[in-house]
């Protein structure tokens, strides 16, 4: 599976909609108001802030998301660039990542360049995964332990979302409200791509990752359970 396939797997799950929604109203911005999305992908978030009255821009390192969130959204203003080095001057009143520090390798750098576009007062919001908060009903308990061991060796900084009150405080950001929210995950795409990096890093064998992929998809009952952060 692609990157846009799981982006777009990603943002297709019940309560995907609710939770960006909520990260939108964190921001706080008034009607015409200028946000970034760094990380944008294909652009999705970019299109819903426009649709509510702002001046949104996304910015990926992807030359490939970059194209796609044109091919998809002709209208939007979609730049090539990082996180630690963004292609704009400053000017905006809010900042939105998603699903993108816990890629980061120096996540200090990377709010260093937010507060450089922000202007004094602007919002910044943060929301991901925990990824070794990982909670799945299973009959193998020692197996499911291994897999999200796996995944979360696979992330940069797989516990960033729990730590994201201490960043910003340490980075000079103020008045930092943290919101814990719950989702439910479920589909074989999510659960074949955990058995597929535990496999890949040698956490189980083939045989085990059939094993468990088979009770998941056939037989469990109760969804998939992820907790992000959003600060």
């Known amino acids: 599976m692609s990157m846009l396939q799981r982006l777009d797997a990603a943002d297709a799950l019940p309560g995907a909609a609710e939770l960006r929604a909520r990260t939108y109203?964190?921001?706080?911005?008034?009607?015409?108001?200028?946000?970034?999305?760094?990380?944008?992908?294909?652009?999705?978030?970019?299109?819903?802030?426009?649709?509510r009255g702002f001046r949104a821009v996304g910015a990926d390192l992807s030359a490939e998301m970059i194209d796609e969130a044109h091919r998809r959204w002709p209208e939007g203003d979609f730049l090539l660039g990082d996180a630690y080095a963004l292609p704009v001057d400053g000017g905006f009143a809010g900042y939105r990542a998603d699903k993108v520090f816990h890629e980061l390798a120096e996540p200090e750098l990377a709010l260093a360049e937010a507060r450089r576009v922000l202007v004094p007062g602007g919002r910044i919001v943060l929301s991901g995964p925990d990824w070794e908060g990982l909670m799945i009903d299973s009959s193998y308990p020692a197996l499911t332990r291994e897999i999200v061991r796996a995944r979360a060796s696979e992330v940069a900084a797989p516990r960033i979302a729990r730590g994201f009150r201490?960043?910003?405080?340490?980075?000079?950001?103020?008045?930092?409200e943290v919101e814990g929210v719950v989702g439910f995950l479920?589909?074989?795409?999510?659960?074949?791509?955990?058995?597929?990096?535990?496999?890949?890093?040698?956490?189980?064998?083939?045989?085990?990752?059939d094993?468990?992929?088979?009770?998941?998809?056939?037989?469990?009952?109760?969804?998939?359970?992820?907790a992000s952060g959003i600060a």
């Open 166 to 176: 201490r960043l910003l405080d340490g980075c000079g950001f103020r008045d930092v």
């Open 25 to 51: 109203d964190l921001l706080r911005l008034e009607p015409g108001a200028a946000v970034i999305d760094v990380g944008c992908g294909a652009g999705l978030a970019v299109s819903e802030l426009s649709a």
């Open 211 to 226: 094993l468990w992929l088979a009770e998941q998809v056939d037989g469990v009952a109760v969804p998939q359970f992820l």
């Open 186 to 209: 479920s589909g074989e795409p999510f659960l074949r791509g955990l058995v597929e990096v535990a496999v890949r890093v040698g956490a189980i064998s083939v045989a085990e990752g």
